[in-house]
C-alpha cells in the first residue's frame, strides 16, 4: 500500500519536471540548489532535491529519495512542517547550516540549526543517504547531520536513541498522511527512565512497547530473529543509548528500511531486485495483547488463552466484577502485601515481556544471585530478572511498583523472578528459608484436606452435583456413560439414560422447542437440578474426540451473558448438550406475546439490548475462539429469573462445521428475517452477519413486531425497512412499541433505534463492530449517518418505489408517534 503510493509520488515527481543534476555530491558556500535541480551521492545511491507527494503536487519539499532503486521513495523531508507552494525553492548553505529558502527572499523557510558555526561551510550527500553539514576540512567530524534529525523512515547506519552529553534525541515521526510528511500524532522513541526501552506513543499516552532490550532482541518481539541480512546493534553507556540497524554485507545484503506509517505501524521493507519492488519483512503488528496494559496493573496477557488476561500469582482483580465482563483495566492487586525483610520469596515466571521499565533500576554486571539478594533487601523492589538472556544470562533489572504490560508467550519470552509473600509460595521451592515453619504447618494441612475429601465425598454421594470437575467427572463415568473419551475433558459426562430419566424419555411435554440444531428438553437431575438438554440434530458428521474437542471448548466460554453448558453426553449416535435451564425462556416469548409485553417495559428491554451486545461481544472479541453465532434471533436469547439476557446456542456453528452449514444453511444455522444479504444471497458470514442480526433483534425489541412477517398497510418492507423509511422521514421514534415510550427514555430509545439502523445497513464494512456497538449504547462515541439497510424490502414487488414519498404519513399512524430529532 505503502510502496505503490510512493511509486506513484516517483512517477508524478518524474513527470511534472525533468531533473538536471548540479555537479557532485556537496553544495559549497556561495552555490545552491533550486527547484528541479538535484544532488547524487557518489555512488549514485541517494538524491536529494525538492519534491510534492502525489496527492498534494502544489507543495514542494526538500528531501532525500533512492536513486538507484525505486526512485521516489522518499527517506528524508527538511521542512516537513514549511511547504513552498511554488517552484521557486532554493538550498543553499550558511556558515549555520543548510538554508532552504525561496528564490525572492533571503527569509529562511527552514535552517538545519547547527550546533556550531563553521568555517568552510558544505553539504553533502552520502551513500547511506545521510546529509551531513561539515567543514570542508572536516571529513569525520560534522556539525550537523540529518540521521540525528529522523523523519518516518530508519535507514542502515542510522541511530536511533539519545545522547545525554549532546543533548540529541533521535526518534521517529510519521508523516501525518502519505500526502503529508508533516508529523502525525505518534512517536517511536527509546524512552531514558529506567532501563531504555523502545515506545510507541500517541501524543503523551504510550501505546506499545517493544520491551527492553534483552542481548539479541527485544523482549516483546519475538518475531526479531537473527537474519542473514541485517542485524540491530544495542548500545547503553552511561552517557548514550541507542540501537541502530547495520546491513550484514553491504555489497551484498538486499537494501532495507523501516518505516513508521500514520497509524502508528512499524513495518520494515527489504528491496526485492528481481520483482523491483520492496516487500514486507517484519511488521511490529499491535494486536489485542500488546496494547499497553491490555490487561492492567500486575496482569498478564496472553493472545493463547481465554479469557486472554490474568493476573499474575498472588494477584486478584482488583474489580472483579469488571473481569467478569471481560474489561480488565482496573488489573490485579496483591492478595497479601509484602512483609518487607527476608520473610518474602519470588515466584519464577517464564515466557513473559517484560514489564514497563520506566520504573525500573539496573546494573549490567550482576548477577541473577547478587539481583534476588538486591531485590529483596529493597522493600520497594517488586521483580527482578536477567537484562542479558544470552549465554544462560547476565545483569541484574529491578522494578518498583506495580508490573505494568506484560504479555505471555508459549515459546519465546523471558524470566521474571516476582516477590511475593511467604504465604502467598506454598509448597515452592523458593520458600526453603521457611522450613521450620513448614514442617509444623504441613502435617496441620494433610488432616485439613482428608477432612474436606471425606466431606466433599460425602457431599457428591449425597447430592451428585455436576459441576465441572475431574473427580466428579469419574464418579460420572461409573456406570452408564460412555468411557471411550480421553481423561482431560473439563467438562461433566452424563450418560444418555441419565438423561433420559431425566427429561422423561425426552417426551414431547417435556419438549421447550426446536431450534436449528435440534430438539431442546427440559430435564431435572436426581439432586433436583433444573436442565435444559439439547439433542442435536445427527447432521454432525465429527467424529466423537473432534466432537469432544469442540464442547470443551465451548465450554471455556463462560460469561454472564451466555448461558453456561454444565454437562454433555456423546453415546454412539447421540449427541447433546446440557445447559442451565432459563425459566424465563426466549426473549421472544414476552416480545411478541400481546399480553406479556405490556409488562415489558423498556427499564428491561434497555437491560437486555445491553446484556446481548456484551455476550456478542465476548464471543467476537474477547474469547479465545472468536465465535460467530450466526443465529442470533429473540428466541436464542434466553432470560434467567431476573430477566438477564443470556445468548444461547453460540458455538454451535463451530461443531456442525463450516462446509457443511454453507451446504445447509437454511436448514442448520441461519433464520430468515436474521440473516444479512450477504450471508443469505452468498453464504459468506463474518461478526459483521451477527451485527446484522443484532440489528434486527434491536429493532424487534424496540417495536415488539417481528422483522419477517412486519405488515404495514402503506408498503411492503420488512421492519428494517419501514425503520429506515420512518428515519428518513424523520419521524424514527414511531416504530417504538407504545408501551416503552414515555418522556424520560426517548432519547435512549431514539438512540438505540439509530443505532439498530447502523447494525442492519446493507454494506458488512459499514456496519459497526460489536465493540462499537457497545461504546454506542453507553453513549461514549457519536453515531454515524446510517446507510440503507440490507433487503430494503424482503417482499419484493413490482413498482416497489423504495424512496418515501414527502406527504405520505405511513410513519404517524401509531398513536404514539412522536417526532424527535436528536442533535448529530
Ligand atoms: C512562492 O511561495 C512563497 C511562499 O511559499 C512566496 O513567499 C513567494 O512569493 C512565492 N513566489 C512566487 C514567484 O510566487
Ligand atoms: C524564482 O523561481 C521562479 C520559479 O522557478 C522563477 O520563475 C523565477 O525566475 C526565479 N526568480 C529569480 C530571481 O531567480
Ligand atoms: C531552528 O531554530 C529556530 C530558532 O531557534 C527554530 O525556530 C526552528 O524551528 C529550528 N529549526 C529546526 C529545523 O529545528
Ligand atoms: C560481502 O560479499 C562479497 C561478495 O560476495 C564478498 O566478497 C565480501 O567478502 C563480503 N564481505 C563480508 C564482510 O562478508
Ligand atoms: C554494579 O554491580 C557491581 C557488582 O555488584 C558493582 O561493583 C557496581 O558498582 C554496580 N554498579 C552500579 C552503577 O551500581
Ligand atoms: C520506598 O517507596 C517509598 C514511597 O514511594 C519511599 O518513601 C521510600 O523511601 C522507598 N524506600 C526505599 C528503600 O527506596
Known amino acids: 500500500m505503502k510502496e505503490t503510493s510512493i511509486i506513484l509520488v516517483c512517477s508524478c515527481l518524474f513527470s511534472i519536471m525533468t531533473f538536471s543534476s548540479a555537479a557532485g555530491d556537496t553544495i559549497a558556500a556561495k552555490e545552491s540548489i ?29 528531501g532525500i529519495w533512492y536513486k538507484k532503486i525505486s526512485p521516489g521513495t522518499v527517506v528524508w523531508v527538511a ?3 514549511a511547504p513552498i507552494s511554488n517552484t ?14 525561496t528564490n525572492q527572499s533571503t527569509r529562511s523557510i527552514w535552517t538545519s540549526n547547527s550546533s556550531a558555526s563553521v568555517k568552510n561551510p558544505v553539504a553533502q550527500l552520502l551513500d547511506t543517504g545521510n546529509l551531513v553539514f561539515r567543514d570542508e576540512n572536516e571529513v569525520e567530524n560534522f556539525a550537523w547531520q540529518s540521521f540525528d534529525h529522523p523523519g518516518n523512515t530508519i535507514l542502515p547506519g542510522m541511530k536511533c536513541g539519545f545522547d545525554l552529553v549532546s543533548g540529541v534525541d533521535r526518534y521517529f515521526s510519521p508523516w501525518k498522511s502519505d500526502d503529508d510528511p508533516a508529523p502525525g500524532e505518534y512517536t517511536s522513541r527509546l524512552d531514558k527512565n529506567g532501563y531504555p526501552q523502545l515506545i510507541l506513543m500517541k501524543g ?19 518475531v526479531l530473529k537473527p537474519n542473514g541480512f541485517y542485524t540491530i546493534e544495542y548500545v547503553i553507556t552511561p552517557t548514550e543509548v541507542y540501537y541502530v540497524n547495520h546491513l550484514v554485507n553491504s555489497s551484498e545484503s538486499p537494501i532495507t528500511r523501516a518505516v513508521l506509517a500514520p497509524d502508528g505501524v512499524s513495518t520494515r521493507y527489504k528491496w526485492n531486485s528481481d520483482k523491483h519492488s520492496w516487500s514486507q519483512f517484519l ?70 515481556k517484560l514489564p514497563d521499565t520506566r520504573w525500573s533500576k539496573y546494573n549490567m554486571s550482576m548477577s541473577l544471585v547478587e539481583c534476588e539478594d538486591m531485590c529483596l533487601k529493597d522493600c520497594n523492589c517488586t521483580a527482578y530478572s536477567n537484562t542479558d538472556i544470552r549465554n544462560g544470562g547476565s545483569g541484574c533489572l529491578l522494578w518498583f511498583g506495580d508490573l505494568k504490560d506484560m504479555r505471555g508467550y508459549s515459546a519465546d519470552g523471558q524470566d521474571l523472578y516476582v516477590k511475593m509473600a511467604a504465604s502467598e509460595l506454598k509448597g515452592s521451592k523458593n520458600s526453603g528459608k521457611k522450613t521450620r515453619v513448614w514442617i509444623v504447618l504441613i502435617p496441620v494441612f494433610i488432616v485439613l484436606a482428608a477432612i474436606l475429601c471425606l466431606f466433599l465425598l460425602y457431599r457428591i454421594r449425597k447430592k451428585r452435583t455436576k459441576r465441572a470437575g475431574i473427580m466428579q467427572l469419574n464418579l460420572y463415568n461409573v456406570g452408564d456413560a460412555t468411557r471411550e473419551e480421553g481423561p482431560d475433558l473439563d467438562l461433566p459426562l452424563l450418560g444418555f439414560i441419565q438423561i433420559a430419566k431425566a427429561t422423561d424419555n425426552f417426551s414431547d411435554n417435556n419438549k421447550l422447542g426446536e431450534g436449528g440444531f435440534g430438539a431442546v428438553y427440559k430435564g431435572v437431575l436426581e439432586d433436583g437440578q433444573e436442565i435444559a438438554v439439547k439433542r442435536l440434530s445427527k447432521d454432525s458428521r465429527q467424529g466423537v474426540k473432534e466432537f469432544m474437542n469442540e464442547v470443551s471448548c465451548i465450554a471455556k466460554l463462560q460469561h454472564r451473558n451466555l448461558v453456561r453448558l454444565i454437562a454433555c453426553c456423546v453415546e454412539e449416535q447421540e449427541r447433546m448438550l446440557v445447559y442451565e435451564y432459563m425459566p424465563n425462556k426466549g426473549l421472544d416469548s414476552y416480545l411478541f406475546d400481546r399480553e406479556k409485553c405490556k409488562s415489558f417495559d423498556w427499564q428491561k428491554r434497555y437491560n ?10 465476548y464471543l467476537h472479541q474477547d474469547s479465545r475462539l472468536r465465535v460467530i453465532h450466526r443465529d442470533l434471533k429473540a428466541s436464542n436469547i434466553l432470560l434467567d429469573y431476573e430477566m438477564n439476557p443470556k445468548i444461547s446456542d453460540f458455538g454451535l456453528a463451530r461443531i456442525f462445521g463450516e462446509s457443511e452449514t454453507e451446504a445447509c444453511t437454511t436448514r442448520v444455522v441461519g433464520t430468515y428475517g ?3 444479504p450477504e450471508y443469505a444471497i452468498e453464504g459468506l458470514f463474518s461478526t459483521k452477519s451477527d451485527v446484522y442480526s443484532f440489528g434486527v433483534l434491536l429493532l424487534e425489541i424496540i417495536s415488539g413486531k417481528k422483522n419477517r412477517g412486519f405488515s404495514h398497510p402503506d408498503h411492503n418492507l420488512n421492519l428494517a425497512g419501514h425503520a429506515w423509511r420512518c428515519h428518513l422521514e ?22 438505540v433505534t439509530e443505532i439498530a439502523l447502523l447494525c442492519v445497513q446493507e454494506y458488512p464494512e459499514d456496519r459497526p463492530s460489536m465493540s462499537s456497538v457497545v461504546l454506542m449504547l453507553s453513549g461514549e462515541i457519536a453515531l454515524p449517518n446510517s446507510k440503507k439497510p440490507g433487503f430494503y424490502s424482503d417482499k419484493q414487488k413490482p413498482n416497489d418505489t423504495t424512496s418515501p414519498s414527502s406527504n405520505n404519513t405511513s410513519c404517524s399512524i401509531n398513536s404514539a408517534s412522536v417526532s424527535f430529532y436528536a442533535p448529530r
Not at 88 to 101: D, L, Y
Request: proline share 5%.
Open 283 to 352: 511488521t511490529l503488528e499491535a494486536g489485542d495483547c500488546d496494547r499497553y496494559e491490555a490487561c492492567g496493573r500486575n496482569g498478564v496477557c496472553n493472545v493463547n488463552k481465554s479469557p486472554r488476561c490474568e493476573c499474575i500469582k498472588g494477584f486478584d482483580p482488583k474489580r472483579p466484577e469488571h473481569w467478569a465482563e471481560a474489561d480488565w483495566t482496573s488489573g490485579c492487586s496483591r492478595n497479601v502485601e509484602l512483609e518487607c525483610g527476608n520473610e518474602d520469596g519470588f515466584f519464577k515466571y517464564t515466557g513473559v
Open 204 to 222: 503523551s499516552v504510550v501505546r506499545y512497547r517493544t520491551g527492553p532490550w534483552v542481548g539479541s532482541r527485544f523482549s516483546g518481539v519475538p
Open 34 to 62: 533550486s527547484d528541479g535541480q538535484t544532488i547524487v551521492s557518489a555512488r549514485g545511491e541517494f538524491e536529494m532535491g525538492f519534491f510534492s507527494p502525489q496527492g498534494n503536487p502544489l507543495n514542494r519539499y526538500f
Open 608 to 617: 437486555i439490548i445491553n446484556g446481548t451486545a456484551k455476550g456478542l461481544l
Open 674 to 676: 436474521y440473516m444479512p
Open 88 to 101: 521557486s525553492g532554493v538550498v543553499r548553505v550558511s556558515s549555520r547550516g543548510i538554508v532552504v529558502s
Open 79 to 81: 521542512n516537513r512542517e
Open 730 to 751: 424523520n419521524n424514527l421514534l414511531s416504530i417504538a412499541d407504545e408501551v416503552i415510550l414515555n418522556s424520560s427514555n426517548e432519547h435512549e430509545v431514539f438512540r
